[in-house]
């Protein structure tokens, strides 16, 4: 089962920052927090992961305050191209096991 | 190039028929999944390989049998289809162990049983 909660749906419009909270309450100490975009017709994408504090590169910033049992995943400015599913997951990355993947947050960016 | 390839990319067939999917990827990562996304778009690991030997195998039907001739390829035979098949199955790869958490997905797969 996933171990993350995070929102059904959020909608947006072009030119704001979108923000979308992901909650993992039981997260392990070897534990990092992953996201991924999933665009209708395509597989999923990695964008972004993180063990603690703030990661950014050139598609967003992944805030994880110090308990680590939330984490917030940042859009700036998005267009209408970021509508997709994002996914919060959380994983230890180790040989033999694999990403469990949850319901997402389906993005709807309108003009 | 394309990292993760599939095929074929639709696929639409009948009841009780045997049909395969195949992977390719030329990323030289050692570990291979097939996922499948149903209707809901709930995204489930069926199997992992890496380095052509067998390391996830969640509960799936015996229908369904995965084979990994070489590390870069990881094919997937369905025997006997039914309705509840249809899906959309992607492919994935990834380094062993996952170092930097980076999974590649395919394009999907997807499989209509009438």
């Known amino acids: 089962l996933a171990k993350t909660t995070q929102p059904i749906s959020m909608d947006s419009y072009e030119g704001q920052e979108v923000n979308i909270t992901c909650s993992h309450n039981?997260?392990?100490?070897?534990?990092?927090i992953t996201w991924y975009q999933q665009f209708p017709s395509q597989g999923p994408r990695f964008i972004i992961q993180?063990?603690?504090t703030k990661v950014t590169n050139e598609v967003a910033s992944l805030f994880i305050p110090a308990d680590r049992k939330s984490s917030t995943l940042s859009l700036p400015r998005v267009s209408l191209s970021d509508t997709a599913v994002y996914y919060c997951?959380?994983?230890?990355?180790?040989?033999?096991?694999?990403?469990?993947f949850g319901k997402g947050t389906t993005l709807s960016v309108s003009s | 190039d394309t990292a993760v390839s599939q095929t074929p990319k639709y696929l639409v067939t009948q009841m009780g028929n045997d049909k395969s999917i195949k992977c390719e990827q030329n990323?030289?990562?050692?570990?291979m999944y097939w996922y499948k996304q149903d209707s809901k778009k709930f995204l489930k690991i069926m199997f992992s390989?890496?380095?052509?030997?067998?390391?996830i195998n969640e509960t799936v039907p015996n229908r369904f049998s995965p084979k990994s001739p070489d590390k870069a390829h990881l094919n997937l035979h369905i025997n006997s289809l039914e309705l509840g098949d249809s899906a959309v199955y992607f492919c994935?790869?990834?380094?062993?162990?996952?170092?930097?958490?980076?999974?590649?997905f395919g394009e999907g797969s997807r499989l209509t049983v009438l």
């Open positions: 994935a790869s990834s380094h062993k162990g996952r170092n930097t958490g980076e999974l590649f």
């Open positions: 039981n997260i392990a100490t070897n534990d990092y």
């Open positions: 993180g063990y603690k």
């Open positions: 997951l959380v994983d230890s990355n180790q040989a033999g096991t694999a990403l469990i």
């Open positions: 990323l030289g990562h050692d570990t």
């Open positions: 390989y890496n380095n052509k030997e067998l390391i």
